[in-house]
């Protein structure tokens, strides 16, 4: 890498480096998505073809935009060699364009900047947040499923699961088998952060390595999923998570719990016959429970599903249907759904998300936690004696 | 960000204790009660003995009933009005005393002499058994020593920072309580507060009798800060005064349907009897202050059962 870069030889760079500047760059990077459209300009009304998406070359990820790029041969995955982008910035991170003064060509797999695992920065799960890459981390997997999905026509397999380190744990997806089991301990190289349903996810695509490790300071995958329930201030405070664990009181509901209507389509729940997306459906009758669980610290919103809300109600939605039919007054289950819930002590495990109003949480486990009274008590009064003096 | 208030386990005589305020600006802005023993109160939870609820107001489109829970500890006012028609439901539902929960919203009601009175409303409530009730006295408890424990530590190191006690699992929230009690009650004895916490915890382990139900009138709570001066005794033509206003009370009191006075109309009947509004005005505040006559709602009069 030349010291001092001249106009004339523009210098080579991994995009992680790329700055907005006048002086010209190179690199080589993959396309990782792109668009094709044709935008209409001011001037004389003429329509130019315009390219544009995210390149990458492992060490970060750029938007791009391609004015009168080539008519075929360009597409998702192909790698290019960039002579004198222009390099902006838009909202604090680089994006280049590449016009007439530009000169883009395809370019091999072996042209793409060869990355030693050393080179990425080791990160902690917990200061990990989307749209980090180019990054390794140490990580235990607490579990791991396989699930096909359909990405168009195609049907793939997708991987998910938990990862975690002594910092914290974080939910992942696999778009390629790694042979990840439940337990192992890894280094993850050259994954890449997204938010998925309001939850950060780490994402593991081709370019990604995994390593096993021999040993490593990690915690076991049990001591994740059995973790202690923490204070809800300090889950207020830190946003949730993929795997928190809290233990409270149900104070209230929130509308809509009890008995609900969703579109059979695409289970949103249906407000007046009409689904947001779907437009006048039947709705199938479900239940749920918008459960305010607080432990005087802080309060946390559990959403819980029907399983779970059946088990809480000591009912079933075949019995609440029967009732509704005899006294047709939804409130009134509503009512009751409250009178069996209000006062239960609950210790919730799943995964949180935080948004203007809070941390809500998706369960994976609801357990009762009513305290033993006899114990509690003697341990108040050795609390309360030893504090007398 | 503002996230939903928690809901603050406290006894009944944390809140009896509480006489501080602090009113947020703004709009849909919360109100919250300052305690001494270091909670900053907007939403409570209680755990005690519900004595059965009494319709309160005679407006019957704006239906208000009012109950009281008692704790080892003390009692306090539970109402709930057409604005939370679940709760007032439950509110009415209870015919005899029996061990419930509350979750309600603190609300501090300030007479004119300044005495404070502190009702809570309820949000959702539930009759349970014992053993639940004993439960959330047991985290009652816990949680009260814990803000204790805060309290002391923070008076003892008046420049522990909300970082570094935060950082060993103490709620920012309960720091930033904790330093605003010893601001408003700089000196505050909490020690007969903390040993009446023993009631409590016999409670919890059973070996306390559940509490009795409350006494069934509900009246303020007087409480002064400072002895109201002495006055000279009143003069024929006061006596004459108050005769007058307690007549009129007992008439507009006999005539309404919840025995209530309304202080509005009981005012406008003693002016036309010739007593002018401001010298009205301090007749009844005379009445009021002595004892004789008490005013449980906003603008509810009557007299008191047990004058002084």
Redesign the interface.
Known sequence: MPATPTPAAPREVRLRDLRPSDAPVEFVARIVTCQRREVTRKSDGSRRPLLSGLLSDGTATVRFSWWDPPREGVERGTVIRAVAPEVGEFRGRPEVTFTWRSRVGPASEAELPHLDPAEFPRRSLRDLHPPDEGFRVEVRVVRVAERAVSVGEERRVVFEGLLADRSGALSFSAWSDFRLRAGDAVEVTGGYLRSFRGASQLVLDERTTVRRLEQADLPEAGEVLDAPPRSMARVEDEGGGASVSVEGRVVGLLPPSGLVYRCPQCRRSVQAGVCRVHGAVTGEADLRARIVLDDGTGAVTINAGRADTETLWGTTLEAVRARLREQPDPSVLESELLEALLGRRLRVRGTGSKDDFGVTITPEQIDSAELDLESTAEQLSARFGSARR | ?S???????VTTRELEASTEEERGSGERAASYLLSPFGGRLN?V?VAGTLSPAEAVGRDESQPFWRARLTDPTGSVAVTAGSFQP?AM?QLRAVTDPRPA?V?GKVHLYRGRDGTGYVSLRA????S?PE??E???L??V???T?DRL?LLERLAASPGASEESLASD?T????VRAALESLRRYPSFDRAPFRAG??AV?RR???TASVVPPPPPAPTVRVRRDVPPPTRTPPSAAERAEEALVLDLLDQVAEASLDNYADRRELLARVSSQGLGGSRAEEVLTRLEEDGVVEEPIVGKLRLSERPS
């Open positions: 960000m996230f939903r208030e928690p809901a603050w386990r939403r939870l679940r439901a929960l979750v949000e959702a409530l539930r349970v053993s639940e004993r439960a959330v047991a985290e408890v816990a949680q020593l424990d699992g709620p920012r929230l309960w916490l023993a915890i919890v382990g059973g």
